[in-house]
């Protein structure tokens, strides 16, 4: 029999960070769960069979880089050369045994390499064979980006590993097809791949490219320049190819009469997990999170309980991580948090709110005024959108996160940070309104 080399099994921890002290008839308990997979060499979606681990550097993967070709991409015609050799950077990352594809979009999607239905294995002979088929990409046709992401399904299905993955390169808007053709293909792939997304220059949908990501748990961003393309790109599947487990849901469980409001990723960006739920048994609930590598990701956890008496503990909510096995069984990786709820008649303490739960409802705000304020801006209401992206301003700088308090400086002048006292600027490049906006759900990790 053959030996496998098997990487180390990660560890994962979940902690639970809240006030669980409700005053006297209190039904709602919010939680902060830090989520954290350390050890490197984790493990894949089935974690016993070695036939997952292509080679000793970790567990098999396939990615499928889908490259837009359409006639837009010709101006300037320096985007198309950038994309090629950003797309050529990428499969240079690739480690050797990853199956990969490279998908040219138009409003159809064509198999640029290896072309003939399945996927090629990285290796030293075949990364030259991909990069000497970048040289045939050219630019004609429109976008139908549902197409491109079926066509990457399907080639990433082909493969028996544990990490699905694709990275997307649009500089349009999805012209050459419905929006519900493109949300049918979003809801076929959603479970079966993640996606990076990123929109390149400045004529393409941030709510287009956003919504890829967010529907197929991967990352969305601005490349302005398309000189920077190479850079993101490596960097993307860099990534990718630190990502250990696949799959990885967080199961909730609630007690009788409990009821989940909602589940949210808060850290490293704001993801709201709530109507994603798939039902696990009684009174339980899986929430999917995707792919992880070593890292560490906050959920935002609401839950409402009946009412108990004075002095009465109870536990809200239950917290595990588990994975799903080919024969249709899950694997619990072991980690758990519990979220209680304790009934006191002491003021201070039942009012007392947690530090985690109040920063992270802070950035889910600030998220959501940026985005009101950028659509009332573009809608021609001045003075909705000076009050949202004040707003915005005022809690951007009271939770330290600076990154989006410097976009938000590009869109309006900053009168007074602490009040949130703003002027709109009569003139925003369009690339800082579209990084701003694109970027809103970013967040950062509270101050311990």
């Not at 984790?42 to 070709?69: E, F, K, N, R």
């Not at 000189?227 to 487990?245: N, P, R, S, W």
């Not at 889910?364 to 959108?385: F, Y």
Request: charged share 20%; glycine share 10%.
């Amino acid at each position: 029999m053959a030996n496998f080399s098997k990487p180390d099994v990660p560890q994962f921890s979940v902690d639970v960070y809240q006030n669980e002290y409700l005053p006297e008839g209190g039904h709602q308990v919010d939680a902060v769960v830090t989520v954290t997979a350390t050890g490197g060499g984790t493990i894949g979606s089935a974690v016993t069979a070695p036939h997952l681990y292509s080679t000793g550097q970790g567990p098999s993967a396939a990615v499928a880089i889908m490259v837009d070709c359409s006639g837009s991409m010709d101006y300037p015609p320096d985007k198309m050369r950038n994309a090629r050799d950003a797309t050529a950077a990428a499969i240079d990352t690739l480690r050797d045994g990853v199956h990969f594809a490279v998908i040219g979009g138009t409003h159809v999607a064509r198999e640029v390499y290896p072309g003939d239905g399945h996927l090629a294995v990285a290796d030293a002979t075949t990364r030259g064979q991909a990069k000497q088929a970048l040289r045939r990409l050219g630019a004609g046709g429109g976008t139908a980006i549902g197409t491109w992401l079926r066509l990457a399904d399907r080639l990433l299905s082909s493969a028996d590993v544990a990490i699905r993955h694709g990275i997307l390169l649009t500089d349009g808007r999805n012209e050459h097809e419905s929006p519900q053709d493109l949300k049918a293909a979003l809801d076929a792939c959603a479970g079966r791949f993640t996606c990076d997304a990123r929109g390149v220059g400045t004529d393409w949908e941030v709510k287009e490219v956003t919504g890829i990501a967010s529907a197929l748990l991967g990352t969305a961003d601005i490349v302005a320049d398309p000189a920077a393309l190479t850079a993101d790109f490596t960097q993307m599947m860099e990534t990718a190819m630190g990502k250990e487990v696949a799959d990885v849901a967080l199961r909730l469980w609630t007690p009788a009469g409990a009821v989940v409001r909602f589940v949210k990723q808060v850290a490293p960006s704001v993801e709201d997990l709530t109507e994603r739920r798939t039902e696990a048994g009684p009174r339980a609930g899986d929430y999917p999170t995707g792919s992880w590598g070593d890292e560490s990701r906050d959920y935002h956890v609401c839950v409402q309980v009946p009412p108990a008496d004075l002095g009465q503990e109870m536990l809200a909510a239950r917290v595990s991580l588990v994975v799903p096995q080919p024969d249709g069984t899950v694997q619990n990786l072991g980690a758990q948090g519990l979220v209680r709820a304790v009934w006191t008649d002491d003021v201070a303490a039942s009012t007392s709110i947690n530090p985690q739960v109040a920063h992270y409802t802070g950035q889910a705000e600030l998220a959501r005024a940026i985005q009101q304020g950028l659509d009332l801006r573009k809608a021609g209401d001045i003075d909705g959108a000076t009050a949202k992206l004040g707003r915005a301003v005022q809690l951007a700088g009271a939770s330290g996160n600076a990154d989006t308090a410097k976009l938000l400086a590009k869109v309006v002048d900053v009168v007074d940070a602490a009040t949130g006292t703003v002027r709109l600027k009569t003139k925003v490049a369009e690339a800082d309104e579209m990084t701003l906006e694109t970027r809103s759900t970013k967040t950062v990790r509270v101050k311990k």
